[in-house]
């Protein structure tokens, strides 16, 4: 079977499953619904792992033209390259195991088969938007994983007690997007406006030695693109709808935070690689922004007391780290760090879920504790990722994370000195919380107690699967320090087969040098660690009650009162203008124009209607008057048009 033909069974089959579910799954029993689901997403990342191995050169699939002009073709097709091979595999991969996980912690909600509808075409818009040849695919991938998390976070909106809450945290996710996405059409209208094309290779090949496109319109085009980014992939100012969408099922969280939604940012910058690096001012503002998000987020996590919570922040953390080593353009090292945290972070958001699980939908982590003799298998693989993200000694978050921290070392001390510090803060609060949630006494209620188990087989065995590749996942790009084959892995296939990527230079640090890094870095871990397991578990510390709270604590727990700013300052004003609007020119204006003219034609209509009195007479005489007045008119016009 050739590489075209599995790629079209790898997109489709996620929207079969869709489909089916869509419309007979209500009809169906929860278990076939949920393996109907499972089983397409399997199938897919098979014939992923297929075209990988397949894989030889970058090729592309034609579907269909959708639009052709003079000098101008628009095109439905796929782009087979390194990069998206290597997020196909992710997003099929990741989603799998969430699929799989959600079969058992779904099994007793009412909309089963809407949520693995939801979830299916989750993953094939997804599929959409990183296998797409153009950013008029993309787009549509794009938009689509925009809306699937909209339904998926508001999954639960009629929930009795939270439903309200549910709503409002998708329409605040759903609408601060749109504010990512208007920076996206206008990126393309620009590109279309330049280069006269939405394809990546001839961008890459418009934009080589010799392009002669202006600064202000590169700067212009990126700029546009990179606030796209800062929506989907959850930065400063774009940044509070993420933790907000904690109000869907645990499963979404996992999704959206390890291998859908939040990459598709780091994806398009990366995608977009060849147009960045012509527009440095636009990489330092990326490279900014990054690490104030890192830092920011960290901070917030730190007094953070829900479980998934802190987690949602620490994934705008890591999305931060992410985007500093895309403005330094270490593109490579940004994938390698995606592909980690899609192991890490979808173990812990999962492992979150096993306990919520637990404990009868609980998600106060002060109401946790000792929880690791009830939970063995989700407290050992919670452990392992904490751990990993963390960035323990040769787990994978060790080797992705050093590898951002040397290119920061190279670029400016400084810079390097303020990201151990966001570094820091991320050991702190993983553990601050694997502490308070699994060891000392358990402080949520007898009644809770009773209740306690571990989660079934198809909820654990994710979580182990996920925990190996947390361990193991730094294998694919070793520093070049005891292997001269082998070593950066990742990094070379990536760059050697990626249009934009193929002309960047890997830059690696001198072993000494790397030696240092991950001597610090392991140091600074191992001390935290320790300092945390004699604060929470030997002394059990425990969190603070609100009210408890002062000085940076409460700044931290209020998350900076971003939330109450923004409300202030954007949310308060255009609802008093909308309310000003709809009370003044709406009602007073529209409305009643429409009424009024509505009004004047049903009076029209009660004069014209006493015409129609059924008398033979009165109406032959009403025909005459008509024919006397059609003859006259045309006399008259004849002798207006002679004279």
């Known amino acids: 079977m050739t590489i075209d033909s599995i790629v079209l069974i790898l997109i489709a089959l996620p929207l079969i499953g869709a489909l089916v579910n869509g419309t007979i799954g209500k009809k169906l029993p929860n278990i076939v619904v949920g393996t109907i689901a499972t089983s397409v997403m399997l199938a897919s990342f098979i014939c992923a792992v297929l075209v990988f191995s397949q894989f030889q050169k970058t090729q592309l699939i034609h579907l269909f033209s959708l639009l052709k002009l003079d000098g101008f073709q628009l095109n439905a097709r796929f782009q087979i390259d390194a990069l998206s091979i290597w997020m196909t595999m992710i997003v099929t991969g990741i989603g799998t195991l969430i699929h799989l996980f959600s079969m058992g912690y ?23 938007l990183v296998l797409g040849s153009n950013y008029f695919v993309l787009f549509f991938g794009w938009e689509g994983v925009g809306i699937c998390s909209y339904l998926l976070i508001g999954f639960h909106f009629s929930d009795l007690e939270k439903g309200i809450s549910n709503s409002i945290a998708a329409r605040k996710a759903f609408i601060m997007n749109r504010i990512g996405d208007a920076g996206l059409l206008f990126g393309l209208f620009l590109i279309l406006a330049q280069f006269g094309t939405l394809e990546y290779l001839d961008l890459a090949r418009l934009t080589g030695p010799g392009h002669g496109v202006a600064q202000t319109m590169l700067i212009g085009i990126t700029l546009c693109l990179f606030l796209a980014a800062t929506g989907k992939s959850a930065q400063i100012p774009l940044f509070t709808w993420l933790p907000d969408a904690m109000a869907g099922p645990t499963p979404v969280s996992a999704l959206i935070h390890a291998a859908t939604m939040v990459t598709a940012g780091i994806y398009l910058v990366v995608r977009s690689n060849f147009l960045f690096e012509l527009a440095p001012f636009t990489k330092d503002i990326i490279l900014y922004i990054g690490l104030a998000t890192s830092l920011v987020a960290a901070f917030i996590a730190l007094r953070q007391n829900d479980i998934k919570k802190v987690l949602a922040y620490s994934t705008v953390s890591q999305l931060g780290l992410m985007f500093v080593a895309l403005g330094m353009g270490a593109y490579t090292v940004a994938i390698f760090h995606v592909t980690t945290h899609a192991f890490f972070k979808a173990l812990l958001f999962l492992g979150s879920g096993s306990v919520i699980h637990a404990m009868s939908d609980e998600q106060d982590i002060r109401k946790m504790g000792g929880l690791a003799k009830k939970l063995p298998i989700t407290h050992a693989t919670f452990l392992i990722g904490t751990l990993a993200i963390s960035g323990f000694p040769l787990l994978s978050g060790f080797y992705s994370k050093d590898e951002i921290l040397g290119h920061a070392l190279a670029a ?232």
């Open 412 to 643: 400016n001390p400084l810079l390097y000195g303020i990201l151990m510090v966001s570094v820091a803060m991320t050991s702190i609060y993983m553990f601050r919380m694997y502490f308070l949630v699994f060891f000392g006494s358990f402080r949520g209620g007898e009644k809770a107690a009773s209740h306690l188990h571990e989660s079934p087989l198809i909820m654990t065995l994710p979580l182990m699967i996920l925990a190996i590749l947390s361990v193991f996942g730094g294998i694919l790009n070793l520093p070049g320090l005891f292997l001269h084959s082998g070593a950066h892995w990742l990094n070379d296939f990536l760059s050697a087969n990626t249009a934009g990527l193929n002309l960047l230079l890997a830059e690696h640090l001198a072993a000494s040098t790397t030696l240092i890094l991950m001597f610090v870095a392991s140091a600074m871990t191992l001390l935290i660690l320790i300092w945390a397991y004699i604060n929470y578990a030997k002394k059990q510390k425990l969190a603070l009650a609100d009210e408890e709270l002062h000085g940076w604590q409460l700044w931290s727990n209020k998350k900076l009162y971003i939330d109450e700013l923004y409300a202030l300052v954007f949310v308060k004003p255009i609802e008093f203008i909308g309310t000003l609007f709809y009370s003044n020119f709406d009602i007073k204006v529209l409305a009643k124009g429409v009424y009024s003219f509505a009004q004047l034609f049903s009076k029209l209509g009660g004069v014209t209607r006493k015409w129609q009195n059924g008398v033979l007479s009165s109406y032959l005489f009403w025909m005459l008057i008509g024919l006397i007045s059609l003859i006259s008119y045309y006399f008259i016009k004849l002798q207006v048009w002679n004279f």
């Open 106 to 128: 779904m099994s007793h909600d009412k909309g089963y088969y809407k949520f693995f509808t939801y979830l299916n075409l989750f993953i094939f818009a997804m599929l959409l």
